[in-house]
């Protein structure tokens, strides 16, 4: 297949592709070979003033349409994304790197999750409430904020890109996206698709660009809501400019979540889970388990199944379906992540399996090995910092108040996890873990059903489920009088 995906302009304003050769040009990398797949142009202030302005006309007549109509063309885009999910696979491993293994099943079949959810509960999702007061009576009615916006992370750029602007729009919002300078592709082609489904131009736009052109769409006048998927620090500066225009917010950030494994666990599986929450995606996956807490009686078996499983693994070509483990997003990921081994292997961690680049294709791209630590001790770098990458941290653990206490020690509240054999302890368990989305015997399963967000630093608001609408509107209040008004005066 060819490499080449050079898109027909660098962003996509008022239902088509637009260039201005003025902002500065950047290239997208694939990060298996390090070949350029495609040579764009960040936003200068220009675009994103003919963006938030398409979106803000378009808004209004978007939100003139029934919720009924809005959810019939996301519906619609739901089905074309599902006819083109092996192009939009491929591409999304080009963007990434992620294994296609990966990508045909959870990328953008889990953006037309959100849309097929969100345009399915838009007829009855959006009703106010009638409050009787006696003769008078109010209602309520769900309004949408205007202009929002979605600032995307590099790790899911086509499901981030669904997941923020189906709940936006099925709420009567228009949307301006701007996707990770690290993988700019799959955005312009979901925007493509609306417009295919039938979305009015404007209604939902992509620009391209970084940590300069964020801030330029977070301050505008116009934007009435920012909604971003980051890291911890770029949350916090996003949410102290929008905090400035007193702007709607939602924060998806990053995590340093806990997976306990008790003894009495069924360990193939506690196993299973764990890799999945520290492998997949090369362990770019913000609600990762990465400090696997396993309790001192099963931790020998524990380890051997978890280090033969881990060796077996597939490292290679991303394109090739036998591929379990693709590079890294950049080679500056990747050379973050060694970093953070190195610091391991320093502060006294004991490496069980990988610990570098695997053989086999280093100089090709930004690859590094599935890792496993055991011995970790709670104060160690490897312990405390999000890494992003295929790093697992294991830690012994004697009793349930101790996990308990040692699994919250964190500024991070983002996911949890427990698996254990007896039922009481695990509903116990996740009733006093903090975080905002927890697991019992499995890990990182994230059905748009279900609300998904988190708690302390790892942010506020939630995507996912019906909860997703109140976070893009917002009520507005009636009060009815049947009768005269009796004033005093
Ligand atoms: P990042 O914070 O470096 O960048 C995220 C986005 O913010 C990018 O589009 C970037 O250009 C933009 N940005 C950077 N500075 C900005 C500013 N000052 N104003 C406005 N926009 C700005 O994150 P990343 O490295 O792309 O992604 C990895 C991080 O994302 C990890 O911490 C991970 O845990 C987190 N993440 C969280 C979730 C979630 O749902 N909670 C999902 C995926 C990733």
Known sequence: MTLKAQPKASHFI????????????????????????ATLHAATPAIV??????????????????????????????DIIRERNRALSELETLDTGKPIQETIVADSTSGADAFEFFGGIAPSALNGDYIPLGGDFAYTKRVPLGVCVGIGAWNYPQQIACWKAAPALVAGNAMVFKPSENTPLGALKIAEILIEAGLPKGVFNVIQGDRDTGPLLVNHPDVAKVSLTGSVPTGRKVAAAAAGHLKHVTMELGGKSPLIVFDDADIESAVGGAMLGNFYSSGQVCSNGTRVFVQRGAKQRFLENLKSRTDAMVIGDPMEEATQIGPLVSKAQQQKVLAYIEKGKAEGATLITGGGIPNHVAGQGAYVQPTVFADVTDGMTIAREEIFGPVMCVLDFDDEDEVIARANATE??????????????????????????????????????????????????????????????????????????????
């Not at 938030?52 to 808004?59: F, L």
């Not at 489920?465 to 009815?480: D, G, I, M, Q, R």
Request: proline share 4%; charged share 20%; hydrophobic share 40%.
């Open 49 to 78: 003033e003919r963006a938030v302005a398409s979106a803000k006309t378009a808004q209004k007549e978007w939100a003139a349409m029934s919720p009924t109509a809005r959810g019939r063309i996301l519906r619609r885009a739901a």
């Open 14 to 37: 008022d239902g088509e592709y637009v260039e201005d050769t003025e902002g500065a040009v950047f290239q997208s990398i694939y990060p298996a070979t390090g070949e350029v797949v």
């Open 412 to 489: 991070f509240g983002l996911a949890g996890g427990v698996f254990t054999a007896d039922i009481n302890r695990a509903h116990r368990v996740v009733d006093q873990l903090e975080a905002g989305t927890l697991w019992i015997n499995t890990y990182n399963i994230c059905p748009v059903e279900m609300p998904f967000g988190g708690s302390k630093q790892s942010g506020f608001g939630r995507e996912n489920s019906a909860t997703a609408l109140n976070h893009y509107s917002e009520l507005k209040t009636v009060y009815v009088a049947t009768g005269k008004v009796e004033a005093p005066y």
